[in-house]
């Protein structure tokens, strides 16, 4: 298991998962991911929002292209964090599976991942990307989606109904 690194000590960067490997690291940080929701929120994630065990049963279908990408961020050389954008329709994109491993934070790597993300959303020509986090569970989270332009919107999927705290966003990317 990757140990902590320095801030100073080891670049960061972000890139699209492609190798087999990659696709291993993504689906071990989604886990990670989805542990700690359960934990955090205390239920069940996947089974709480429709699509989602799909999603995980074949990310690299999912997140392929023209209708989506899943980014993989590095700390020096070890994965340490994820972001998916996913095709809702042809001008919104959802963003999905945004994590750092706690090892890794303070590298400002989950900033990286969400701007790389949203240039992801305009290279496959959406006009909106949407969101959904638990604002109180997710208070970092939410703070740095309302930092980068994302704003309250009514509730595009029917999540809230089973995590009455969640709050949708979006932000217009074109």
């Known amino acids: 298991m990757p140990g902590h690194i320095q801030a100073t000590s080891a670049p960061i960067r972000v890139?699209?998962?492609?190798?087999?490997?990659?696709?291993?690291?993504?689906?071990?940080?989604?886990?990670?991911?989805?542990?700690?929701?359960?934990?955090?929120?205390?239920?069940?994630?996947i089974a709480a929002k429709e699509g989602s065990a799909d999603e995980l049963d074949d990310m690299a279908g999912f997140y392929s292209l023209p209708h989506g990408m899943f980014l993989l961020g590095r700390v020096g050389t070890e994965v340490a964090g994820t972001s998916g954008i996913?095709?809702?329709?042809?001008?919104?994109?959802e963003l999905k599976r945004v994590w750092?491993?706690?090892w890794a934070r303070g590298?400002?790597?989950?900033?990286?991942?969400?701007?790389?993300?949203?240039?992801?959303?305009?290279?496959?020509?959406?006009?909106?990307?949407?969101?959904?986090?638990?604002?109180?569970?997710m208070r970092t989270a939410a703070q740095m989606y309302a930092s980068s332009g994302f704003r309250p919107t009514a509730h595009y999927s029917t999540l809230h109904l089973r995590a009455p705290r969640v709050l949708s966003m979006e932000k217009l990317v074109a």
Do not use: Y
């Not at 087999?20 to 993504?26: E, I, K, N, R, V």
């Not at 993300?117 to 109180?136: H, I």
């Open 86 to 93: 996913h095709l809702l329709d042809e001008t919104t994109a």
């Open 100 to 102: 750092v491993s706690p």
């Open 107 to 137: 590298h400002g790597l989950a900033k990286l991942l969400l701007d790389r993300a949203v240039d992801a959303a305009r290279v496959l020509g959406v006009r909106r990307m949407v969101l959904e986090t638990d604002p109180e569970v």
């Open 15 to 45: 890139a699209p998962a492609a190798s087999g490997a990659d696709w291993l690291a993504a689906r071990q940080l989604t886990g990670e991911l989805i542990d700690w929701m359960a934990d955090a929120i205390g239920f069940d994630p």
